[in-house]
């Protein structure tokens, strides 16, 4: 295999990141522990400086290989945008079924990313954030996941890679209960990847998807 130096690279980032995330979940210090960071500049400077060296570790691994991001046009927008909404059909009939199972904590509040309430005081913080978690967040992690990262494991074959992919995705956030939605969030992204060969529709329903949690939670 000749990108197994940059497989192992990339395995290597995705653990540590898992680490990083695990260890801050059961300290007690994970995002989860305050919801309300949204409101807060401090989360958005030091969210900004992660996906920073983050996407710098990113790129790294795929120096001279630009291809392996799929930073691409899919070979068909209309196309694409109806299997971007499939993916999405998918994901709201597993967070409906997630629903249903009596779990210590949500998903959605394991996480740690909606608030609970609107602060109209802090709204300047609170769009600074939204730009973070629906802009540069779904940038990242899908040139990282479904750009880099499905492209190394191609060679694995076509649902192998989703599944591991989805796998990868849902371990990196370093959460327990919210592994139910965010996995087969991760493998939808993935087969959505795979159908239309670009990252691009992926980032826009994971924008889509996080800016929506937010939304509602601070003004539903």
Not at 63 to 71: E, H, M
Not at 160 to 171: A, E, H, R
Not at 173 to 178: I, P, Q
């Amino acid at each position: 295999m000749k990108d197994r130096g940059r497989l192992v690279g990339w395995t290597c980032l995705i653990l540590f990141v898992a680490a990083l995330n695990y260890g801050a979940r059961f300290a007690g210090s994970g995002r989860g522990s305050d919801s309300n960071a949204v409101y807060s500049y401090a989360q958005f400077a030091g969210g900004m400086v992660v996906y920073a060296i983050w996407l710098g570790a990113v790129l790294w691994i795929a120096t001279g290989r630009p291809d392996l991001l799929a930073l691409r046009r899919p070979s068909s927008w209309p196309r694409a945008g109806g299997l971007a909404l499939a993916a999405v059909g998918a994901i709201y009939v597993v967070e409906a079924a997630v629903a249903f199972i009596p779990l210590p904590e949500s998903p959605g509040k394991e996480q740690g990313l909606a608030p609970t309430h609107w602060e109209a005081a802090h709204a300047g913080a609170f769009a600074a954030n939204m730009v973070l978690f629906a802009v540069v967040a779904p940038f990242v992690e899908e040139v990282t996941f479904r750009g880099v990262g499905q492209s190394l494991l191609s060679f694995l074959g076509r649902w192998p890679s989703i599944v591991l992919v989805g796998v990868s995705f849902g371990v990196a956030h370093g959460l327990v209960e919210a592994l139910l939605v965010l996995v087969p969030f991760g493998i939808a992204l993935a087969w959505l990847r795979d159908r239309t060969g670009s990252v691009y529709p992926g980032m826009a329903v994971h924008a889509v998807f996080n800016s929506v949690a937010l939304l509602v939670a601070a003004f539903g």
